[in-house]
């Protein structure tokens, strides 16, 4: 079966500093692999979707990139964070034509 | 652009006292339909996927439905462990992106 992790599980870190959040996929090959935002009181919102290795779709221009080094590795990062940058991140994966996507755990970050 | 609007925003109900959630959406060409279940503090949890008009699908308590305008989850005799936030979201045509409702915070009191 297809487990997917998130870490760390909270993070508190200051205005300016980077960041780098961690998602992998356990039992599938070559999925699609996706991160979103959740911020309170509004639905997920889609940041970055990648297809496959080094390939990279960006939903939203904002302070947050996203790299693929590997099949199952998917990673967010910022050089600096800014105070908008605060909410519960969800990485998910999909496979398929008509896909569901099924989540991770999520990570909270707390820029301060 | 595509949009999803989940009514009511909450729901409050007593233990086995059925109810249904909407879920409202205007798109250009539905591929699927899915309902969630988010737990506090934890990423959403898969329920079904709803890809025609008329698809019925059911989960223990949990009942989803479609048609071309909305989709339903009908909830029969709850209990305290359903309470949760219940998300919706639509896949269109374009690409892989599903388009989220803000959710219905379900609370099942005993």
């Known amino acids: 079966s297809q487990t997917i992790h998130q870490w760390p599980a909270t993070l508190v870190q200051p205005v300016g500093s980077p960041l780098s959040l961690e998602c992998t996929v356990e039992g599938t090959s070559n999925p699609n692999l996706y991160w979103y935002r959740q911020a309170a009181g509004r639905g997920l919102q889609l940041l970055f979707y990648s297809v496959g290795i080094g390939q990279i779709s960006s939903e939203v221009p904002q302070n947050l990139s996203a790299s693929r080094p590997q099949d199952r590795q998917f990673i967010l990062s910022s050089k600096k964070l800014l105070l908008s940058d605060s909410g519960f991140y969800l990485c998910a994966w999909g496979f398929g034509a008509q896909e569901t996507q099924y989540f991770g755990p999520g990570t909270r970050l707390l820029v301060l | 652009e595509d949009q999803v609007t989940q009514s009511p925003e909450a729901l409050r109900l007593q233990e086995g006292e059925s109810s249904s959630l909407n879920c409202s959406y205007t798109?250009?060409?539905?591929?699927?339909l899915f309902w969630y279940r988010q737990d506090p503090g934890k990423g959403p949890e898969f329920l079904f996927t709803l890809y025609s008009a008329g698809e019925e699908k059911e989960k223990e308590r949990l009942k989803a439905t479609l048609t071309k305008k909305e989709s339903f989850l009908h909830i029969t005799a709850p209990k305290p462990e359903d309470s949760a936030t219940y998300l919706c979201?639509?896949?269109?045509?374009?690409?892989?992106?599903?388009?989220f409702g803000t959710g219905t915070q379900l609370k099942v009191e005993l």
């Open positions: 979201a639509v896949h269109t045509g374009g690409g892989n992106k599903l388009t």
């Open positions: 798109v250009s060409g539905l591929r699927g």
